[in-house]
Nanobody, 128 residues
Framework: QVRLVESGGDSVQAGGSLRVSCAVS????????MGWFRQAPGKEREGVAA????????HYADSVKGRFTISQTNAYMTLYLQMNNLKSEDTAMYYC?????????????????????WGQGTQVTVSS
């Protein structure tokens, strides 16, 4: 049973920084992609950042490029999202997601429909 548990969400001032984490357990696949998604009230869940074990190349949504960094440790058992220069529009519930199997490419890597396993989310609130 794959389990993803996010932590680190908080309330911060605009321009500040925050790092959220995702602890992974029960994962037995040899290859996989992992990503961070977010959902603001009244909006659809959107992909923020993702990385696949095959090439370890990070992918980012245009809205967070240059501000957010995705990373992993312990052979993808812990996933991080470092968020700098936070803006009020970054306020959302942040979710960790995992997809076993071959690497995802193109738009799929940031598509929520491509991911099978999800965490419960951690709230990030940015005040201006």
């Amino acid at each position: 049973q794959v389990r993803l548990v996010e932590s680190g969400g908080d309330s911060v001032q605009a321009g500040g920084s925050l790092r959220v984490s995702c602890a992974v357990s029960g994962y037995t696949a040899r290859s996989y992609c992992m990503g961070w998604f977010r959902q603001a009230p009244g909006k659809e869940r959107e992909g923020v950042a993702a990385i696949c074990s095959g090439d370890n190349i990070p992918h980012y949504a245009d809205s967070v490029k240059g501000r957010f960094t995705i990373s992993q440790t312990n052979a993808y058992m812990t996933l991080y999202l470092q968020m700098n220069n936070l803006k009020s529009e970054d306020t959302a519930m942040y979710y960790c997601a995992a997809q076993p199997g071959p690497a995802l490419f193109g738009a799929a890597i940031l598509s929520r429909s491509a991911y099978r396993y999800w965490g419960q989310g951690t709230q990030v609130t940015v005040s201006s």
